[in-house]
């Protein structure tokens, strides 16, 4: 075990692409954990999605030996989290591991949104703030301005702030330096009974779940018996050890101690982030506080193209919900597009990852349906209906009132955009509720809005609207009544239920106009004539036609154009088989997107 | 040539037809839609250019492969920019191959390189037809299309050919960015009394890497339209079965007898050898195993396919070819005999004789004829034997592709 006035557990957090996950692989090499020649980048992100996308979307922690100017070596132990809002709740567990956090700024961008947010996290989670300006190194760094923002947003005094860059290394050793001085070391009582708090999981095919654990009080140690108070799960401690960042067993973990317990269950569910780990005989009686279940944001469809690969696509959820347990499935049948999956999801974020993996780790060809929200449906009988998908809505004669969830939504704008912003939201049914200028550069603007809205394309337009200039933020409030009303499409006179969409009864002409507009560029010409209708409860509200195809042939086929021609014609057929045959129509899969992407 | 005697080529084995293509990669200059392997110029590697496909085709001759040649082709680019290099090519392919008497000899021209002596002389070293590249018979059309003649010189090649007295074929392009339909039935019109016997008429397809795909990228050219296309092609076929020229393949209309003999080999699965760089052959197993042996080329060496046909093309640029003819790599492609009679159901259904009940039986693909009968894009006639014959129909021509998609990807594992 460590003597925690020796150790010192911090977390690095920033605003997405800030650099948090450069100046961790710095950090590592500095303490030779990793040395020069066997360093990729982003080490700690060890999925493909994360390396390419330049995101972490798992936490991580690999303990580092340090020896500080004062000659003493020390144990840090760096929590690596998510950087995206759809992972609030799970960098709020990972940073209740910590004692401090280095909140990283980018010394081009200044303070942003996630940047506002993490360090409200980290304050409430009463951690030691390091203020780190970041990419001093780039002609456009604007330390100073930064530091003034750090200040003004954040009230957080940033006269010591360390200036660092990832790129070159520079102040890597300052903010080390800053973490033992100025992070609390860890404080418990080694003689009380266990609690160490989970804040993270995986499976390991191997292994079973791994957790990865900070012990508060008392210590853990493998051969015991242990309690997962909030799951009720009981277990053998198979093994306990530290991540350097390759798995090093050790005898023990106690006090302040941050490190990976080895459970041998097959059932990641039963391992929850944000438990408590206590002995399973005379235990903690109170677990620690902050536990709560996660609960999906938004739900889509997950549909097999080849409609054969439904068993696949259910063996695939399965297996991925061992690594990511946040991911919620039940089956659906759609006419249109079969047997498939209702899923949901963290956010918009977290749903692409996930559909990302299955397609590629389980080699399925996916299609997705819209994102939807949960709508809570009042009927007249007085019934509660919870429903995630469209097509799952009662006959509007049967509904007394729909609620949706809404949001408190904060965007970080430079003043001139402030325009942009408010015609933005207007768009999208959100209420401006006050707005203050944190700096004279950065106007901080509030809003509640519906979360179906959200959704709807509005971050990408939020970032084409402000020149990438705006960031955003946001936490669930409540449920509110609006007046809600399920849209149909009709293809060639059918519905198609997979393009349905839950809409304000306000916006439902405009969207059903610009959809079909939008579906007419997007369905191919068929051999017929295809009529697209947008509907609601049978009324017709805007119709366009995809005409007929009438051509489609390349006559030329002489000796060399043969073997051409036929490898055209595969081709054609791949081309075909990424769309979905809907009826007698083929239908591609941005057409269930088109929703998102109606600008209005 | 025509009393030549069939050479001696192992005892009691009678000559395997294979018809030649030779491939002559010169132009005037090249046209804004073109990706044919073809330069413009280079007068200087002309010479040494009929002394290498001379060569290459003699080289072939060793295989026994051309020993009774029904057809020879000789196309590019414009064969007849080699002026009297081109009648010394003809004469020494003539002296190399064994061409069946009675064969169809072929010559491509272009109307800037039509001249009436050229044409006596080839006609006379044997050639026995022209395709001459016309395109259209209006200035705007042939300018957007970026081809280095007007429709004078057209006409006026025409008219040398037409005097020439051996007959021709044209090819027209339909579906042309800015090209009307007064337009088009003025050049169908020409070119029915321009005295052709034969008529290609291609919907215009906008190739890569060309450019006109940068000029339609640009904006500066409109994106051709396919409905207009497909009402060129309608029109096409109307007035020239009406001047006694009927459609009898998707692209190809003739007077009867003069049907394109050796692009009917293309498209009933007969041997062709290609001569010249980017030329394409295609052979039996047998054949090409012979000349696999002999050439030291390597097989795949996958016993679950078993060749039937293999189709090889010489990739080699012009300069290479000219050094050391017989070098260049020769990537190969080898169907088995359900593709291969796939292949020949595909292509069988571009002709307007279409294929037989158990043709298409032994091809697989029964059972997607009947989808496609369903479709109105096939019908079924019985023939004067009495056996059910599907041919392609009028609205499976302009829909080709899915016609020859469905045949082709029969074969492979049905959608769900």
């Known amino acids: 075990m460590t003597d925690p006035t020796l150790i010192r557990n911090f977390s690095i957090i920033a605003h997405i692409d800030h650099g948090k996950s450069t100046l961790a692989d710095r950090v590592l090499q500095l303490t030779h954990t990793i040395e020069d020649r066997d360093m990729v980048e982003q080490v700690l992100d060890s999925m493909d999605i994360e390396r390419e996308r330049g995101i972490t979307i798992k936490a991580q922690a690999v303990r580092v030996l340090y020896t500080a100017d004062d000659g003493v070596e020390y144990t840090l132990n760096l929590i690596d989290t998510p950087g995206h809002v759809d992972f609030t709740y799970e960098v709020s567990r990972s940073l209740q591991a910590c004692e401090g956090a280095v909140l990283v700024v980018d010394a081009t961008q200044g303070v942003e949104a996630q940047t506002v947010a993490n360090a409200i996290m980290a304050m409430n989670a ?277 609620e949706e969830p809404y949001l408190k939504v904060t965007v970080l704008v430079p003043p001139e955009f402030v325009g942009a912003i408010m015609e933005l939201t207007e768009l999208h049914r959100a209420t401006f509720v006050n707005m203050q200028y944190l700096s004279a550069t950065t106007v901080e603007m509030h809003y509640e809005m519906p979360l179906s809205e959200l959704i709807m394309d509005f971050f990408d337009q939020l970032k084409s609207r402000t020149r990438g200039y705006a960031s955003l933020d946001y936490e669930v409030m409540d449920y509110r009544a609006s007046a809600l009303v399920k849209l149909d499409v009709l293809l060639a006179g059918k519905a198609v239920d997979a393009l349905s969409f839950i809409v304000h009864k306000d916006k439902a002409f405009a969207r059903g106009k610009m959809l079909t507009e939008k579906l007419r560029g997007i369905i191919p010409r068929q051999m017929f004539e295809v009529p697209i209708q947008a509907a609601i409860g049978g009324k017709i509200i805007a119709r366009e036609t995809v005409r007929a195809m009438r051509k489609d042939v390349i006559a030329k086929c002489y000796g060399g154009d043969i073997s051409r021609k036929r490898k055209l014609l595969e081709k054609q057929k791949k081309g075909k088989k990424r769309m979905k045959q809907v009826g007698t129509i083929e239908v591609p899969q941005e057409a269930f997107m088109a929703i998102l992407k109606v600008d209005d | 040539m025509t009393d030549a005697i069939a050479p001696a080529s192992g005892a009691g084995t009678s000559p395997e037809p294979v018809s030649l293509y030779v491939h002559v990669p010169f132009c005037v200059s090249k046209c804004a839609y073109c990706d044919f392997y073809s330069q413009a110029g280079g007068a200087e590697l002309q010479s040494p250019f009929v002394d290498a496909a001379l060569f290459e085709a003699g080289h072939w001759s060793h295989y026994d492969l051309l020993d009774d040649v029904p057809t020879l082709y000789i196309g590019g680019g414009t064969p007849t920019l080699l002026g009297d290099g081109l009648v010394r090519l003809v004469r020494g392919l003539l002296e190399t191959a064994n061409v069946r008497r009675g064969a169809e000899i072929t010559v491509e021209t272009n109307p800037e390189t039509t001249d009436a002596a050229l044409v006596a002389k080839l006609l006379e070293a044997g050639v026995t037809r022209f395709s001459l ?144 760089p980017h030329a394409a052959s295609m052979l039996t197993s047998e054949q090409f195993l012979r000349v696999a042996e002999g050439e030291g080329w390597s097989l795949p060496a996958d016993g679950t396919h078993v060749p039937a046909r293999v189709r090889f093309t010489r990739e080699v640029s012009l300069g290479d070819y000219l050094r050391r003819p017989l070098d260049a790599p020769v990537p190969f492609e080898s169907l088995n005999a359900a593709e291969a009679a796939r292949e020949d159901a595909m292509l069988g259904l571009r002709l307007a004789s279409g294929i037989t009940s158990s043709q298409a039986a032994a091809a697989g693909v029964l059972e997607t004829l009947a989808e496609l009968h369903e479709q109105g894009l096939v019908r079924v006639r019985k023939s004067a034997g009495g056996e059910a014959v599907w041919a392609t129909t009028e609205q499976g021509w302009l829909l080709g592709n899915r016609v020859f998609g469905a045949i082709w990807n029969a074969g492979q594992p049905p959608r769900p």
């Open chain 2, 133 to 276: 590249g016309v395109q259209s018979f209006d200035d705007d059309v042939l300018k957007t299309l970026g081809r280095c003649h007007d429709a004078g010189k057209a006409r006026e090649a025409a008219r040398i050919l037409r005097d020439s007295g051996a007959p021709f074929s044209i090819d027209l392009i339909c579906g042309v960015p800015g090209q009307t339909t007064a337009s088009w039935d003025a050049t169908l019109e020409e070119a029915v009394r321009c005295g052709a016997r034969h008529l290609s008429v291609y919907p215009l397809s906008v190739e890569e890497g060309t450019p006109l795909e940068a000029s339609i990228a640009a904006g500066s050219l409109p994106t051709p339209d396919p409905d207009t296309a497909a009402d060129m092609m309608l029109a096409a076929e109307v007035a020239l079965t009406a001047a006694g020229m009927p459609r009898y393949e998707v692209a190809s209309y003739a007077q009867p007898g003069h049907e394109a003999r050796h692009n009917l080999v293309y498209w009933t699965g007969g041997s062709y050898l290609g001569v010249g």
């Open chain 1, 126 to 402: 009463h951690l030691e703030i390091i203020p780190l300006i970041n990419k001093i190194d780039l002609p456009s760094a604007d330390p100073e301005r930064v530091r003034h923002e750090i200040e003004e947003a954040l009230a957080i005094p940033a006269d010591e702030a360390v200036l660092a860059s990832g790129k070159t290394g520079e102040g890597v050793r300052e903010a080390l330096e800053a973490v033992v001085r100025h992070v609390p070391h860890p404080v418990g009582d080694p003689h009380a009974p266990l609690k160490a708090l989970i804040f993270d999981s995986y499976f390991d095919a191997y292994r079973g779940v791994v957790a990865l654990i900070r012990v508060i009080d008392g210590h853990i140690a493998a051969g015991m018996k242990v309690r997962l108070m909030a799951a009720g799960t009981v277990t053998d401690v198979e093994e306990v050890g530290v991540r350097r960042p390759v798995h090093v067993p050790v005898e023990q973990l106690g006090v302040g101690e941050v490190g990976y317990l080895v459970t041998g269950l097959k059932d990641t569910s039963l391992v929850k982030v944000g438990d408590t780990v206590t002995a399973a005989k005379h235990g903690a009686v109170e677990p620690l506080p902050g536990y709560r279940e996660v609960k999906p944001m938004v739900y889509t469809g997950l549909f097999p193209i080849d409609g054969d690969q439904y068993p696949e696509l259910r063996d695939a959820l399965d297996k991925l919900r061992l690594n990511d347990p946040s991911v919620i499935y039940e089956p659906e049948s759609s006419h249109a597009l079969g047997f498939g999956f209702r899923c949901g999801f963290l956010g918009l974020l977290h749903m692409e990852i996930i559909k990302e993996r299955l397609e590629r780790e389980f080699d399925l060809d996916l299609l997705a349906t819209a994102p939807s929200v949960e709508y809570h449906v009042f009927k007249t009988n007085g019934e509660m209906l919870s429903i995630h998908s469209p097509q799952d809505m009662p006959e509007p004669g049967t509904i007394d009132r729909i």
